[in-house]
C-alpha cells in the first residue's frame, strides 16, 4: 500500500471522540478552521493548531548557547532512545566507526556499520557544541564560521545523511524523522524548531487517528472483540495525549499511568470461546487478537517517537485489510462464523 491509500484510510476514518478537539470544535463554532499556529487557551493550558489537531503548546526556550546546548543533548538521548540498539557510538570511536564502514562489503553488516557511524557522528557534534557552549558560558565568542562550528555542522549533516540506516528499536521502519531532530536545533531557531514538531505531532496525531479507527471497524463489528470499541476510542485518544505531552510536564504522571493502564486491558483481554467452537473461528480470533496487539504496539510507537511511521502504518493497514476479506474454504467457497 502506498501513500495514497493511507490518505484514503484519512479521507474514510474521521477522528475518533476527542474530548478536547470536540470541546474546541464548539468554541468555534460557526467559524472556519483555524489558520496554523493558532493559539487558544482552555482551563488555563495554551493549546497550538495545526493541520487540523489542538496540541499541547509549549513555549519556545530563549535562544542562547547554553539552551540550545541542553535541547541538542536531550534530543540526542531521545534519537538513541527510539532507534535500535548498539549504535550510541562515543564521538571519540568516530575514526574507527568510519574505518568499519568504509572496509564492510556485506550489505546487512554495512546497514548497521552505517548506523553505528551515524551515532559517533551525531556524539561527535554533541561534543563539539558542547565546548562551544562552554566557551560561550567563559565569554568567549564562538562565529559561525569557526572551525569548531564548521565541524559540528558537518558532523550533524553526515548523520542525517545517514539516518536512514538507521531503525527503530523494534525493527520496523527507519526513523530519520527523529534523526534530523538534533540538525534542526542546530541550524533552526528554537521557534522555528518548536513549530516543526508542532506539525509532526500533528501528524502523528493524524496517524494514531487512522490505525484506531481501522482497528475499530476491522475488529469491533464481530461479537470476538465487540467488548474493545471503547478501550480502542479510549486508547487512541491515550495516545494523542502521550505524542503531545513534554516528560518535564506535571501532567505526565496522568497522561502516562492511563495510557499504559489501556495498554494492560487490551494485553489482558480474551475473546470468548467456547468448547465447542469449530477450529476455524479458534484460529480466527487468535489471528485477531495478535493482530490487535500489532496494533496496540504500533500506536504506542507512534506516540512516544511522535513522528508518523508511514511504513509500518501502511503494513499494518494491508494486514488488517486481509483479516476483514471473507475466509475460504479449499474449494474457493467462503466460510460463515457465527461470530461474524
Avoid at 9 to 22: E, G, I, L, R, S
Avoid at 62 to 82: C, M, P, S, V, Y
Wanted: with cysteine; charged share 25%.
Amino acid at each position: 500500500m502506498d501513500e495514497s491509500c493511507i490518505l484514503h484510510y484519512y479521507a474514510k476514518y474521521k477522528p475518533v471522540t476527542a474530548d478536547k478537539n470536540f470541546r474546541f470544535s464548539r468554541i468555534m463554532t460557526d467559524q472556519e478552521t483555524p489558520d496554523n499556529g493558532t493559539r487558544l487557551t482552555i482551563d488555563e493550558q495554551e493549546y497550538i493548531f495545526f493541520d487540523g489537531y489542538w496540541i499541547r503548546y509549549y513555549q519556545p526556550t530563549e535562544d542562547t548557547l547554553g539552551n540550545r546546548k541542553r535541547l541538542i543533548d536531550g534530543l540526542t538521548r531521545r534519537a538513541f532512545h527510539h532507534t535500535e540498539g548498539g549504535i550510541n557510538t562515543p564521538g571519540r570511536s568516530l575514526e574507527q566507526a568510519r574505518a568499519a564502514y568504509q572496509k564492510q562489503t556485506n550489505p546487512q553488516r554495512k546497514r548497521i556499520n552505517a548506523a553505528m557511524l551515524a551515532g559517533a557522528l551525531f556524539n561527535r557534534a554533541t561534543d563539539l557544541f558542547t565546548a562551544i557552549a562552554d566557551l560561550g558560558e567563559l565569554g568567549v565568542k564562538v562565529s559561525t564560521n569557526n572551525e569548531l562550528m564548521r565541524q559540528c555542522s558537518d558532523c550533524f549533516q553526515e548523520a542525517l545523511n545517514l539516518g536512514k540506516q538507521v531503525r527503530h528499536y523494534s525493527g520496523c521502519e527507519g526513523l530519520d524523522e527523529i534523526w534530523g531532530e538534533p540538525f534542526k536545533a542546530f541550524t533552526l531557531s528554537p521557534e522555528d524548531f518548536y513549530k516543526s514538531r508542532f506539525i509532526k505531532i500533528a501528524q502523528s496525531k493524524r496517524d494514531i487517528d487512522i490505525i484506531t479507527n481501522c482497528m475499530l471497524e476491522t475488529f469491533c463489528s464481530s461479537s470476538l472483540f465487540a467488548g474493545l470499541r471503547p478501550v480502542f476510542v479510549e486508547f487512541g485518544e491515550a495516545a494523542k495525549q502521550v505524542s503531545e505531552t513534554m516528560k518535564k510536564d506535571p501532567i505526565i504522571f496522568e497522561v502516562w499511568p492511563n495510557f499504559v493502564a489501556l495498554a494492560e486491558t487490551i494485553d489482558n483481554f480474551r475473546p470468548q470461546i467456547t468448547d465447542d467452537t469449530d477450529r476455524m473461528l479458534e484460529m480466527r480470533a487468535a489471528h485477531g487478537r495478535g493482530l490487535i496487539l500489532e496494533g496496540k504496539r504500533l500506536l504506542g510507537y507512534v506516540a512516544s517517537a511522535r513522528v508518523p511511521m508511514p511504513s509500518s502504518t501502511q503494513q499494518y493497514l494491508n494486514k488488517c485489510r486481509a483479516y476483514e476479506a471473507p475466509m475460504v474454504d479449499t474449494q474457493g467457497r467462503q466460510i460463515k462464523t457465527v461470530a461474524e
